[in-house]
């Protein structure tokens, strides 16, 4: 389902080099917006979300769409989810290495 965001459309006086950095902002606001659609995260996932996510919303951006002030976004919504687990899982191991490591 496709996210809309509105943010300001640049005025005619702006340059032509700030209008994809509106459109990066809309697109990672449109990707950081979809985090309601995950089911309860613990606080170690919600770093990844924010971190990861933030850092690499290009990757979770299927198509977008320019629409006069509104921006349509399908955000790939199983991509985040599969990062979260993937670097959540990543993560365990490498905290219980270090205990098992430390332990002995």
Do not use: W
């Not at 990861?52 to 991509?79: C, E």
């Amino acid at each position: 389902m496709p996210v809309q965001t509105k943010s300001p459309v640049p005025s005619p006086q702006a340059s032509e080099s700030s209008a994809p950095e509106i459109v990066n902002q809309q697109l990672k606001n449109a990707v950081m917006a979809r985090q309601s659609k995950i089911p309860a995260m613990d606080p170690a996932e919600k770093r990844i979300f924010d971190g990861r996510s933030r850092a690499q919303y290009p990757l979770f951006v299927r198509d977008y769409k320019l629409v006069g002030q509104t921006m349509n976004a399908q955000i790939d919504l199983d991509g985040i989810k599969n990062l979260i687990r993937f670097s959540a899982q990543k993560n365990l191991n490498h905290r219980l290495r270090k205990f098992f490591c430390t332990s002995t």
